[in-house]
């Protein structure tokens, strides 16, 4: 078990979810546990409570905690594309289904949580010594939903 962990609050959908976020996202990605809300406890008995699962390696914990909160652009997943494919495939299983383009390969899933999708390479045109051209690229990354690296480094 990794130290650190992020946990993700859901209203009833905390296994829905996981089992999406893994079938998304594949490669080293699976459910751990499945843990039941037990007698004495604030939800109904049996119900699930917590969902472990990991995404390309990296844990998660889902928890069914109720309607209480909800998840904001404050915090998000980022995810490290190979290649333009991979941000296309993703940019639409995770958009699909009443999720949410928002600008500069930010987007909202069906549950509320952020994502950012994002080619790599960015980085390195962004930080380009030709500051001039490093600025036409940002200004191009700004007018995009879904990021298109070729359509940056050409900027």
């Known amino acids: 078990m ?22 998304v996202i594949g490669g080293d990605s699976r459910i751990l546990d499945v843990a039941r809300y037990p007698q004495e406890s604030p939800d109904e008995v049996g119900k699930v409570m917590t969902v472990e699962f990991r995404l390309a390696g990296q844990e998660y914990v889902a928890l069914n905690g109720g309607p209480q909160f909800s998840f904001t652009e404050a915090i998000s997943l980022s995810v490290d594309c190979e290649d333009q494919a991979e941000v296309d495939r993703l940019w639409a299983a995770l958009t699909a289904d009443g999720g949410e383009e928002s600008r500069c390969g930010w987007l909202k899933d069906k549950y509320g949580l952020s ?28 007018g995009m939903r879904k990021l298109d690296l070729q359509a940056v480094r050409d900027a």
């Open 115 to 142: 994502w950012q999708i994002v080619p790599r390479g960015m980085t390195e045109v962004f930080s380009d010594p030709d500051r001039a051209r490093a600025e036409r690229a940002m200004k191009a990354m700004m």
């Open 2 to 23: 990794q130290k650190i962990r992020t946990f993700l609050w859901f209203d009833g959908q905390a296994q829905e979810a996981a089992e999406f976020y893994v079938s």
